[in-house]
């Protein structure tokens, strides 16, 4: 284990300054045995909802009570084995004997949860603001503008998802070696001053090339942000949070279509299009987040003291939850070999061939969405505003799915359950033709 350590312990470690690796208030776990441990949470579950399946994943715990979950460290001979080697980034303060209550780890993971998982989902919100708003664009007379046909437009989405992917691996590789702290807010600062430059589009090669470096800077973000995250959250903790960053994704749907409706309605000052202040804003504002993440992201759990925050703040239990974690430090760079054993295991195969194919039915009608509605005789402003209900959907289908994933403790069944859902709808957008209603088109769509 590592220990998840007080939030009220000051973090000297960037000074050199050797302190006690814990230390614990006088009214929890002074008089305690310094060995004890805490039930197993597969334990409390059973104790808790023996017969209520749907809540098998919840416990009721006394707060006060230990926390410190059981693991390789509580045995001389396997700590051994696992001890974390002292190139990693937390083994100074690695204590196997060091000890908690509940009460103690809930204040610290809220903690971390406002300063950590809330940041992830404003970085996320940004990356989906500049590859997305131009489905806003498509309501504002965009590709006309610029002299662009569908396929033009096609092109640009093809390019923009090529280079995405082609950039996940090399991202993912500088992530590693310079540190997601560092790489990221770099992406971000990149790629925004290309989403911000689009405000001066003038052709087809200049949207072509704008897409490509727009997916080429903004490849490898998700799971280099997903990676960061694994560094503050044990297994049990990391897939709920994991849930609300991707509904900040469908978030980020939902409030820019509102920003862009109000947006769109500068068409006109400056002799210019409304689509060109919006990529312009936001844009810029991105490059902010992107500034402000170099100064907001820790390197590590017990890396968070600086200048502006003198009192750091840290937890690395995760260690104890996962040792596998302390086998690299977090600037650390892969190598070949690493990334050849990767490819073989062939255990992942499937998995790779689901991330691949799963939103291929459902992305291009989710794409062409605003598009669609305008060829089908809605304003701008109703084109963007009807593309919320969609997005709606979309978060509460999330938390459904995660809810029943966990009720069923099963993930398959129950990312089988989406695509079962789309299957009649996306067959019934097949049969549909140009007397089809505009609003039934819409419906189906949106369940989509």
Known sequence: MTTIKSHLEEDTSSSGVDTPARKISKDTLAQKDA?????????????????????????????????????????????????????????????????WTWRE??????????????????????????????????????????????????????????????AELPSQLISKRLGPDVWIPAQMTMWSAVALSQFWLSGRSSFLACRFLLGFLQGGFIPDVILYLSYFYTKTELPIRLAFFWISNYACDIISAFLATGILQMRGVGGRA?????????????????????????????????????????????????????????RQGLSPKMIWDSLCDWHMWPIYVLGLVHMMPVGPPQTYLTLSLRKLGFNTTEANLL???????????????????????????????????????LVALYTFDRQTSQWAYFAVVTLV
């Open 274 to 330: 409304g689509w060109r202040y919006l990529f312009l804003i936001e844009g810029t504002l991105t490059c902010a987040a992107g500034i402000a993440s170099f100064f907001l992201m820790p390197a590590g759990p017990t890396q968070t003291k600086a200048w502006f925050r003198p009192k750091g703040w840290f937890t690395d239990s995760v260690l104890r939850d996962d040792p596998s974690k302390s086998d690299m430090h977090n």
């Open 35 to 99: 060995k004890e441990l805490g039930v197993p949470l597969e334990e409390l579950r059973k104790q808790n909802h023996r017969y209520r399946w749907w809540k098998r994943n919840q416990i009721t715990v006394d707060l006060d009570s230990t926390a410190t979950q059981p693991s390789v460290f509580d045995n001389p001979k396997t700590l051994e084995i696992y001890r974390p080697p002292a190139s990693y980034e937390n083994a100074h303060r690695f204590d196997p004997d060091a000890r």
């Open 105 to 166: 780890e809930k204040a610290l993971v809220r903690k971390v949860d406002w300063r950590i998982m809330l940041w992830a989902c404003i970085m996320f919100f940004c990356l989906d603001l500049d590859r997305s708003n131009i489905s806003q664009a498509n309501t504002d007379n965009f590709l006309d503008d610029l002299g662009l046909s569908t396929n033009d437009f096609n092109l640009g989405n093809t390019l923009f998802r090529c280079s995405f992917l082609a």
């Open 387 to 425: 593309s919320i209900p969609s997005v709606v959907i979309g978060i509460i289908t999330i938390l459904c799915t995660s809810f029943l994933s966990e009720a069923i403790d099963s993930r398959v069944l129950a990312t089988v359950v989406l695509q079962i859902w789309a299957l009649p709808l």
